[in-house]
């Protein structure tokens, strides 16, 4: 090892401090009987000023890479999320799942990105191979029901597609009412399906509306109805279910389209809970907006609740830390207990305390741009369904 230059001489404190730049391609040196390598630092260094770069330069491959290494990651949803958020100061749009144009990973699409088929929730890549042999080009939506009978896609992840807007472009149609259909479609027998066809165009495609009728209506060639009352009332039974989810579903649309969305793909790309409840409270904030503002200054804010933790603090006085989540940020809402505590109040309005998975309207006032001491708290009554064993 050879010193070529001292840099500086300075005392500090009682102790000297010698600062040497070093000729050396292990970037070593020599200090106090010690010899210490920084060569780590500077790799750390350089990666973080390249990655920045490429950032700035090629923001779509960056992002595509991005969102493509997120499998990796301990929760890879949550991480998808992130780089979603951050995509629009870019003037990026992270595309929807679609089944013409999906493949198996993110990919660049003009000037956006889209989301692959594989990363829709309950996706595997069985079902993927499936996928690509399932048509729908120019078919009707009981031909895209047999087409994927006849690729092997089983009900849950054609429903899947459906209600992640995956199919939008083949249907366009309510996605709860197409799931719904498409279930009660698996309960047909394969004649009853075949009846179904020839009479599509007849009764609109309505599956609901043409099996009614080929029950009360129409007739088969012998002067018979096509399903008998006895089979329409096995059909009821099976298809009750499915019908009570539709029902409960579609009271909301675009609720639960938002629902859907977030929990198949981790954000939804249709809405979000500020512009879905603005209609209902006009003086709703977002969440975003209480970085810039000053404290005390009061927000009335909604979003799901992704962290809820009860502790006491030093002083033995209750407290619930929540971390609430929006489109556009995420920020720690502090519930008290005691004087001036609004804690109880809480529980007595809702019940029990917030928990994570809530979608929650929280009014308080701003102690700084992450923190919001809470006055009011408002656990919002939704119930969307996914599956049968949600049904109470």
């Known amino acids: 090892?050879?010193?070529?230059?001292?840099?500086?001489?300075?005392?500090?404190?009682?102790?000297?401090?010698?600062?040497?730049?070093?000729?050396?391609?292990?970037?070593?040196?020599?200090?106090?009987?010690?010899?210490?390598?920084?060569s780590h630092a500077i790799s750390y260094g350089y990666v973080t000023a390249y990655t920045a770069w490429l950032k700035c330069k090629y923001p779509l491959q960056f992002f595509t890479a991005a969102l493509n290494n997120a499998e990796n990651e301990a929760e890879p949803v949550a991480e998808i999320k992130a780089i979603q958020g951050e995509l629009m100061y870019f003037g990026?749009?992270?595309?929807?799942?679609?089944?013409?144009?999906?493949?198996?990973?993110?990919?660049?699409?003009?000037?956006?990105?889209r989301f692959p088929l594989s990363n829709i929730k309950g996706i595997s890549d069985k079902a993927l191979s499936h996928l690509e042999s399932f048509r729908t080009e120019n078919a009707n939506k009981f031909e895209m029901f047999m087409s994927a009978k006849a690729s092997g896609v089983p009900i849950n992840i054609l429903s899947s597609l459906i209600l992640v807007g995956a199919m939008d472009e083949v249907i366009s149609s309510s996605r709860t009412k197409l799931v719904m259909e498409a279930c009660l479609w698996g309960k047909l027998t394969d004649k009853e399906k075949k009846e179904a066809l020839n009479l599509g165009s007849k009764y609109n495609y309505d599956l609901i509306s043409l099996v009614r009728a080929m029950n009360e209506v129409e007739k088969d060639i012998k002067g018979k109805s096509i399903i008998k009352d006895s089979r329409i009332a096995t059909i009821r039974k099976h298809f009750a279910p499915y019908n009570e989810i539709y029902k409960k579903n579609s009271k909301n649309e675009s609720l639960s389209t938002f629902f859907f969305e977030k929990t198949l793909l981790g954000y939804s790309y249709t809405t979000n809970l500020y512009e879905l409840y603005k209609t209902k409270c006009s003086d709703l904030n977002k969440i975003g907006e209480i970085k810039g503002a000053l404290n005390d200054e009061y927000f009335k804010i909604i979003g799901e609740v992704t962290e809820a933790k009860e502790a006491t603090s030093k002083k033995g006085s209750k407290y619930v830390s929540i971390m609430l989540s929006g489109h556009d940020g995420v920020v720690k809402c502090m519930l008290f207990d005691g004087k001036g505590g609004k804690l109880n109040e809480c529980v007595e309005l809702n019940g029990r305390l917030p928990k994570e998975g809530d979608i929650t309207i929280i009014r308080g006032r701003r102690k700084d741009e992450d923190t919001i001491f809470a006055d009011n708290v408002s656990i919002q009554d939704i119930e969307v369904l996914l599956r049968i064993s949600q049904l109470k």
Do not use: C
Request: charged share 30%; aromatic share 10%; proline share 3%.
């Open 1 to 38: 090892m050879q010193v070529t230059r001292v840099k500086s001489f300075k005392k500090i404190g009682i102790r000297s401090t010698l600062d040497f730049e070093v000729k050396s391609k292990y970037h070593n040196f020599y200090a106090d009987g010690l010899v210490t390598s920084n």
């Open 92 to 113: 990026i749009k992270l595309l929807p799942p679609s089944l013409r144009k999906s493949g198996k990973k993110f990919a660049i699409e003009g000037t956006d990105i």
